[in-house]
């Protein structure tokens, strides 16, 4: 009486705890989950200069070292070539608004006759010049596509004014050619002031500059990370810039201008400043380069190179943030829960440590955008959580605690997870009888195949084969009794009994055959072809509960049924056919699909069995003509089996390829009269 004894202490454990403990453990895991999942590198509002969350910095930090660290070192880019004008030459035009539009304008006509293949200008035309109608003359002559910078009010208060304004659009609109258009330049920082995104769109507005010198729908309305890029170390320890850069000067001189053709030709080109103090940006990389800015005409340059290249970073989907967050909880719940000695403890929590720290350098190191992923986030939510269950875990009874730890050691279905929580005493040894639909399955041929490939690869096979079928249980609500090698047994109706469980267990049945020739259809290069899925369905009485001895509890199902759904199956391969129903399964599944395959003496069974096979794509008048046919072999009048046999080749003749329907006819071929096909 020592085990009931001991069950019906640990049955008490929820009510024992009291409901204030459990409240605020339940409200310690959802702020711990909340913490782990939140994105904290952005205001609560997500409103840009709003007060912030005190481990924005933190989480933005360790962003940048990411992006830092798994930057790609690359050669100079060949696509690409940015033609500035600095403070000098500024000096030496003694212009300031912002550059000389006939230096500008002699510039841009020896690049259009040099062959670029598209030019980008990061300059505001907000105020006039006495050059103003040379560059309009040069801009109406383009024959390369021209986009010119083009800002808002709306996006720009601290740039420009209503005045400036005024006079840009109208420049615009007057250098405005089928090759000549405006686009936006306006970039986006975060709270911080430093350059990590895709600005967001603008309604309205013309396209990005970098979407607008190269088109591409992937990009429309891309607003993950911009794809920053290291410099390859040369052999001297030198570093070559990733994007080729000439002065505006060299281009408006003809002569320079036709050494330097080559370095423009077939290239996208854009033009822009490199002025001290004006549109500077700190980026992810600027601690690593020996600039701690980038101007804005060069983040423009690599938000380019990440387009040609087709490099779109895959954001982490909210999903995923928070069902990573999730694990991390249940995680530290379980490690805390676990009251695992100290040489297991600290294996454990360092393994979670490195998980929580490795993951996001896994990902960035991939080529996933992990802004938005919350490490810091991760380490406040573990701790929490570690730290909440830790307590209400060792407010409780060792006693008690020992059952928790038993029971969540055991291995048992979802539904009997719960019902096993909810009634603890379940895990009584004893089972009861209830009538169930038992399936089984086996792979043809694995046993064969096992031993013509490598050890590894077997069981890799095996794996994914088993997880396919799986899969399929338990999306259709069923049980899984156990694997036998490639064979997965399963019962729909215990431990809880549904009103769809024949029609679940037979749609499962069907699927898992569809899964099985999926299998076999994807195999590694390598592999010798894998035979077919056979499966068996029946529906009995069963004897189903925990069965085992003290060291091990397996929810299980015993009896005839199980015994009837194994030979149904291995029935197939005699019959040519892939699933086998009985008809006791056949009627109990509510489905219109199925077909008579004929009655057969099952091994070890002295009664024959009605046969039905799932035949959805099968004519739906032929599969009614082939139970009249089927059942026309049971007539006492030699004339009807006669004709049930003729009709039976006739069938057979429209469907030549259907092998289980030439099965049937050989067998009622070869059946004496009056007794069923025996399969021995």
């Known amino acids: 009486m020592a085990k009931p004894s001991l069950l019906s202490r640990g049955a008490r454990l929820v009510h024992d705890a009291g409901q204030f403990r459990l409240a605020a453990t339940a409200l310690a895991l959802m702020l711990a989950l909340f913490l782990a999942g939140w994105d904290w590198s952005r205001p609560l509002d997500g409103a840009r200069g709003q007060r912030e969350i005190p481990t924005a910095d933190a989480e933005r930090g360790l962003y940048d070292w990411r992006v830092a660290t798994f930057a790609p070192r690359v050669a100079q880019d060949p696509r ?350 004893h089972g009861e009888k209830r009538p169930i639909f038992t399936l089984f399955t086996d792979l043809e041929g694995f046993t064969k195949l096992s031993h013509a490939i490598a050890p590894e690869m077997v069981a890799q096979l095996l794996n994914r084969y088993l997880d396919m079928l799986s899969d399929v249980v338990l999306v259709h609500g069923g049980t899984i009794d156990k694997f036998v090698g490639d064979a997965v047994v399963a019962f729909w109706g215990a431990p809880i009994a549904r009103p769809d469980d024949g029609r679940n267990a037979a749609l499962a049945a069907y699927a898992m055959w569809q899964a099985g020739e999926a299998f076999r259809r994807d195999l590694p290069p390598g592999v010798p072809p894998i035979g077919r899925t056979r499966v068996g369905l029946h529906h009995g009485d069963a004897i189903v509960g925990n069965f085992g001895g003290e060291g091990r509890i397996q929810y299980t199902a015993l009896g005839d049924s199980m015994n009837t759904a194994a030979r149904l199956e291995a029935a197939n391969k005699a019959l040519e056919s892939n699933v086998l129903v009985s008809r006791e399964a056949m009627l109990l599944s509510g489905l219109d699909w199925w077909r008579a395959m004929g009655r057969v003496r099952l091994r070890g069974r002295a009664t024959p069995v009605d046969l039905y096979e799932p035949a959805p794509h099968f004519p739906a008048e032929e599969r009614a003509e082939l139970g009249d046919i089927v059942a026309g072999f049971d007539a006492d009048e030699a004339a009807v089996r006669a004709d049930a046999l003729a009709r039976l080749k006739q069938m057979c003749g429209r469907h030549p390829d259907d092998a289980a329907l030439a099965n049937l006819l050989y067998r009622y071929e070869n059946i004496g009269e009056g007794r069923s096909y025996g399969l021995g």
């Open 80 to 429: 690409i070539l940015m033609v500035v004008y600095d403070d000098q030459t500024l000096i030496a035009t003694r212009k300031r608004s912002p550059l000389d539009r006939g230096l500008l304008a002699r510039a841009l006509r020896n690049i259009d006759a040099m062959g670029a293949k598209s030019i980008g200008i990061d300059i505001l035309f907000d105020q006039p010049q006495d050059e103003d109608a040379q560059l309009l003359g040069v801009l109406h002559a383009m024959r390369t596509p021209l986009w010119l910078g083009y800002a808002n009010l709306g996006d720009n208060r601290e740039q420009i004014i209503f005045e400036q304004q005024q006079y840009l659009d109208r420049f615009i609109a007057h250098a405005r050619t089928d090759r000549v258009r405006p686009a936006s330049i306006r970039l986006e920082t975060d709270a911080d002031d430093v350059a990590r995104s895709w600005p967001m769109p603008t309604p309205g507005q013309p396209p990005l500059l970098t979407l607008a010198m190269k088109p591409t729908s992937a990009f429309h309305d891309y607003r993950g990370a911009i794809r920053f890029r290291l410099p390859l170390i040369q052999p001297d320890g030198s570093e070559e810039p990733v994007i080729p850069s000439l002065q505006i000067d060299t281009l408006a001189d003809p002569q320079m201008a036709q050494v330097l053709a080559p370095m423009v030709r077939g290239r996208h080109v854009l033009i822009g400043g490199d002025i001290v103090d004006i549109d500077q940006f700190a980026t992810p990389l600027s601690g690593r380069q020996a600039r701690s800015t980038m101007i804005g005409l060069e983040v423009h340059a690599t938000m380019l190179a990440q387009l040609l290249d087709g490099a779109k970073l895959r954001a982490v989907p909210a999903g995923w943030a928070w069902g990573g967050a999730l694990l991390l909880v249940l995680a530290a719940a379980l490690t805390s829960l676990a009251e695992l000695c100290w040489y297991w403890l600290l294996p454990a929590l360092a393994g979670q440590g490195v998980a929580i720290i490795g993951l996001p350098l896994w990902l960035q190191a991939r080529g996933w955008d992990t802004k938005g992923l919350p490490a810091v986030g991760w380490i406040l939510g573990w701790i929490l959580a570690f730290t909440a269950v830790g307590v209400a875990a060792r407010a409780v009874t060792s006693q008690q605690r020992r059952f928790a730890q038993s029971a969540l050691g055991k291995y048992l279905p979802r539904d009997i997870a719960a019902q096993i929580l909810a009634e603890p005493e379940k895990l009584a040894l």
